[in-house]
């Protein structure tokens, strides 16, 4: 008795078929494409027809050699101005990079002058535009401010002199 079920091995089985069906596949492929894109050789018999066939191969290995070598040489051309860019960007944020802001005491004048430049002369003393009010002396308020200490107010009043002056101030 196994511990398995039949299952895994009919999917091993059948995953070694598509192996060989994919494998089969790609060769085939590579076969059409060689064929396609490879001429057959054909030796020549004679040895000046062996060395033309050597100067036409020599002659396109030189070709694809040059156009190797300008991919190259643009690559490396490429890579140098990405790193270039890099580098300047990289300089452009160490430059600009924020302190953190701290709290500045300035007047709107300073604030003003500032933004500005100092072509434009534009007062903006904010405490000068404000109106001034002035408090109207009510009686009630004049009567507090002028008992000040009720102790003495009383000993000022009481007696004889007190009420003589209390005609007085009032007459």
């Known amino acids: 008795l196994s511990p398995f079920p039949t299952y895994p091995c009919v999917m091993l089985q059948i ?24 001429p057959p050789l054909h030796l020549p018999g004679s ?26 040489v643009r690559v490396q051309k490429s890579t140098k101005e990405l790193e270039d860019m890099n580098q300047k960007l990289f300089d452009l944020r160490g430059k600009f990079k924020r302190p953190p802001l701290r709290r500045v005491r300035m007047s709107a004048d300073a604030m003003l002058k500032a933004l500005l430049g100092s072509k434009h002369k534009v007062c903006m003393d904010l405490r000068a535009n404000l109106k001034q009010v002035k408090k109207e002396d009510t009686e009630k308020e004049r009567d ?9 107010n009383i000993e000022e009043k009481s007696g004889m002199e007190g009420r003589k002056k209390m005609f007085e101030t009032e007459s």
């Open 15 to 38: 995953a070694a078929t598509e192996l060989e069906k994919d494998k089969s596949r790609r060769e085939s492929e590579k076969q059409n494409y060689l064929s396609e894109h490879c």
């Open 144 to 152: 507090l401010r002028d008992v000040g200490d009720w102790r003495k």
């Open 47 to 72: 040895m000046s027809e062996v060395q033309e066939l050597c100067k036409q191969l020599h002659a396109k290995i030189d070709a694809a050699e040059e156009e190797k070598y300008d991919m190259e």
